[in-house]
């Protein structure tokens, strides 16, 4: 039987690296410096722009924050595109990729307005949300 290697081969797995809260815990005991570090917003899916107010004027006793909502046209352009369309406001979420308490804040009126949630909405209804002319088609 030509063409057969018949010699041992013997495979080792390499051994593992300790990493984890496990590594952590045993190197403290072993009396060495370990520096841990947070990650902001580590694992999460957020696809959202930072806070509409800073934390500056949150934090300021003496200033008044008046933190935007979206303007009552718009809210009432997005029911009426809505139910032109014969959608709910579920199936309109998931048009458009956000959670239904989204679209329910913003026909509402008690969302903070931002712009791609806005972008979203005004490609799925054909109608026009931001700048003049709100509630218009495209």
Do not use: C, H
């Not at 051994?15 to 072993?30: E, H, L, N």
């Not at 990650?39 to 200033?63: C, H, I, M, T």
């Not at 990729?97 to 979203?120: F, H, M």
């Amino acid at each position: 039987m030509q063409g057969q290697d018949w010699t041992e081969v013997v495979i080792r797995k390499k051994t593992p690296k300790p990493s984890g809260a496990g590594a952590v815990d045993q190197a403290r005991r072993a009396g060495m410096q370990v520096d841990t570090q947070k990650k902001f917003d580590a694992g999460s899916n957020k696809q959202r722009a930072g806070p509409a107010v800073s934390a500056k004027k949150l934090e300021d006793d003496d200033s008044e924050v008046k933190i935007p909502k979206i303007d009552r046209a718009v809210s009432a352009a997005i029911q009426s595109a809505r139910n032109k369309k014969e959608l709910n406001q579920k199936e309109l979420a998931n048009a458009i990729n956000e959670p239904v308490a989204t679209v329910v804040a913003y026909e509402s009126g008690k969302a903070a307005p931002d712009q791609r949630i806005l972008t979203k909405m005004e490609r799925v209804l054909g109608v026009k949300l931001r700048g003049k002319d709100i509630g218009t088609a495209l």
